[in-house]
């Protein structure tokens, strides 16, 4: 991994992400590149290029938000940015799924069929 010196935390982490991504990203065109030049496409290895290099795009702009925002991608909406940055002690669950008993369910699918389908939250 490149070095990346910054004295800002959120830019140094911004940096590290970057060069991550990039490392990443480098890996999956020499796949893409090597799975071209098999003599015996498939659509399995066509469909693995296409995912791959839709990776490495999305690894460019996750990159570019970062540096950009220096917090959370574009995407992320103000509520959803409220929700992340809170203290776990200030987000209460609606549902707690728990194999052993101890929540209000014990599967996943127990606890997504409990979802209210008219909910007046935003997150639920």
């Not at 693995?48 to 925002?69: F, I, K, P, Q, R």
């Not at 606890?111 to 008219?118: F, L």
């Amino acid at each position: 991994m490149s070095t990346v010196r910054s004295t800002i935390p959120k830019d140094r982490a911004a940096l590290l992400d970057c060069a991550e991504l990039m490392d990443l990203s480098k890996d999956r065109v020499v796949d893409s590149i090597s799975t071209l030049y098999l003599q015996n496409l498939t659509t399995h290895s066509r469909e693995d290029v296409h995912a791959w290099l839709s990776s490495v795009l999305t690894n460019h702009v996750t990159c570019l938000d970062g540096l950009e925002e220096g917090d959370f991608p574009t995407w992320v909406a103000a509520r959803d940015r409220r929700l992340l940055q809170a203290w776990e002690k200030d987000i209460k669950a609606n549902i707690v799924v728990a194999k052993d008993g101890s929540g209000n369910y014990k599967t996943v699918k127990e606890a997504v069929d409990a979802v209210p389908k008219n909910s007046k939250n935003s997150r639920f």
